[in-house]
């Protein structure tokens, strides 16, 4: 079975901050990690994955993450947030296509930008 | 190019109704799933169908059944309505099973009152 823990439900944070979204996951076989943003009343937009090779993964907007297998994280970061990346954060896991590769979601992160 | 299209975009129905979602996939693409988002909450794997068959099914009751067409589209049946069956509906298109591309529509806000 696969699972995801967000552990942080809300952040708020300081326009030009930077800020860390924390991610953990739980699974038994080789995985596939995602993160996805998702604005007020819109569907799911992709930030950036990881499927193999660096384990630093670089994504749209100025957002990267970090593969950590010994630790089965996935931390979100970006180095200076801006008012338009306030919205709601989720981590994702799939397997492979013999385990089926349906994804499961954390319940999310809600970041807040500051002024 | 257009994206993954989902219709309508809201809907308000009452208990004990049926439903039916559309969701159109993107160009090129030939798999379909179906996720449901309640209020609060991380999307949940319903099903997906690829080849107008249900390959895999997440853990909801017969009431969620779903179908897909030879163009690839697909419908998402939902009956005999609950009042938490009120979620977000999202679909999402892939060319075959591989999930590194996904793609999401924008859903379908479902209201069961």
């Known amino acids: 079975a696969q699972s995801v823990t967000q552990l942080d439900s809300q952040v708020p944070v300081f326009e030009e901050a930077p800020v860390e979204l924390r991610c953990n996951y739980s699974?038994?076989?080789?995985?596939?990690l995602f993160w996805y943003v998702q604005y007020p009343n819109q569907g799911l937009q992709l930030l950036l994955k990881?499927?193999?090779?660096?384990?630093l993964v670089k994504g749209i907007n100025g957002f990267e993450a970090e593969f950590n297998k010994s630790q089965t994280s996935f931390h979100l970061r970006k180095p200076s947030v801006h008012i338009s990346d306030t919205a709601e954060y989720f981590c994702?896991?799939?397997?492979?296509?013999?385990?089926?590769?349906?994804?499961?979601f954390g319940t999310g992160t809600s970041l807040t930008v500051i002024p | 190019d257009a994206g993954v299209t989902q219709s309508p975009t809201h809907l308000i129905k009452t208990r004990g109704q049926q439903v039916t979602l559309r969701c159109s996939p993107k160009?090129?693409?030939?798999?379909v799933s179906w996720y449901q988002q309640a209020l609060g909450q991380g999307p949940q794997f319903i099903f997906q169908?690829?080849?107008?068959?249900?390959?895999q099914r997440g853990n909801f009751p017969d009431r969620f059944s779903g179908h897909q067409f030879p163009n690839y589209s697909s419908e998402l049946n939902v009956n005999a309505l609950l009042l938490g069956d009120s979620a977000l509906y999202l679909c999402?298109?892939?060319?075959?099973?591989?999930?590194?591309?996904?793609?999401f529509g924008s859903g379908t806000r479902l209201t069961v009152v």
């Open positions: 699974s038994s076989v080789s995985v596939y």
């Open positions: 160009s090129g693409h030939d798999t």
């Open positions: 994702a896991v799939s397997g492979s296509t013999n385990t089926g590769n349906q994804f499961y």
């Open positions: 990881y499927l193999s090779g660096s384990t």
């Open positions: 169908y690829y080849e107008e068959e249900e390959r």
């Open positions: 999402a298109s892939s060319l075959g099973q591989w999930p590194g591309g996904y793609t």
